[in-house]
């Protein structure tokens, strides 16, 4: 596609449910960031991957976090038990660089998470 | 780890009127970008500026590296111009940081 895609574009789930929301890179963008904006903050920084490896996982809250992008293109970011806390939106942005070395990110529209 | 600051936190502008943004950051970065989130939430690239002056229509941006600021100047306000923007940047590793924004509305 033309952008960075992601879906849902929304998901309420009740506390305790597993989420999984999946993000479609720009093709051949090698570098994969995910993202996570609380209400009228900006983005913070989960984890990177460059194609198909986990460089950095610093940013993931707890260990009920957990992403992939086993071909090193589709990501999926699971959350496992969801809590209130992790009602925000997740972004999704994709890079033709290197995160830290040439890193112009383009971002998908993101997908609201509300845990009831 | 570096500390990313953008300055005014909200600014309220009359349509035509022209404003600057700004971003200092505390270290010295190797990429940044400038992002306009619409009211639908959509991050919309701007600028990527690590160092020098860009333009684009309306929109101009300068970071001055050495001095750890960069500059976002927006002329002829418009209505769409509202939203928040972004000062996003990265110090050589993995990380990027986001700073909290600044809030514009354009009044009709």
């Known amino acids: 596609g033309a952008g960075v895609s992601q879906s849902p574009r929304y998901k309420v789930a009740k506390r305790g449910q597993d989420v999984a929301l999946r993000c479609d890179p720009i093709?051949?963008?090698?570098?994969l960031f995910w993202y996570q904006q609380a209400l009228g903050q900006g983005p913070e920084f989960l984890t990177y991957?460059?194609?198909?490896?986990?460089?950095?996982k610093s940013g993931l809250p707890s260990d009920r976090f957990f992403a992939e992008r086993p071909e090193g293109s589709v990501s999926t970011l699971k959350i496992q038990r969801t809590q209130q806390e992790d009602s925000a939106v997740y972004l999704c942005?994709?890079?033709?660089?290197?995160?830290?070395?040439?890193?112009?990110?383009?971002f998908g529209p993101g997908t609201r998470l509300t845990v009831l | 780890g570096i500390q990313v600051e953008q300055s005014p936190p909200d600014l309220i502008l009359q349509e035509g009127a022209n404003s600057t943004l700004r971003c200092n950051f505390s270290?010295?970065?190797?990429?940044l970008q400038w992002f306009h989130q619409n009211p639908w939430g959509q991050l919309i690239n701007l600028f990527y500026?690590?160092?020098g002056t860009k333009q684009n229509g309306r929109l101009s941006a300068t970071t001055v590296a050495t001095e750890r600021y960069s500059l976002l100047y927006i002329s002829s306000s418009q209505t769409t111009d509202s939203g928040v923007y972004f000062c996003?940047?990265?110090?050589?590793?993995?990380?990027?940081?986001f700073g909290a924004g600044t809030r514009l509305f354009v009044k009709a």
């Open positions: 093709s051949g963008h090698v570098s």
């Open positions: 942005a994709s890079s033709t660089g290197l995160a830290g070395v040439y890193n112009e990110q383009f």
């Open positions: 991957f460059q194609n198909e490896a986990q460089l950095d």
């Open positions: 500026i690590p160092s």
């Open positions: 270290d010295s970065v190797n990429n």
């Open positions: 996003a940047v990265d110090t050589g590793g993995f990380k990027t940081i």
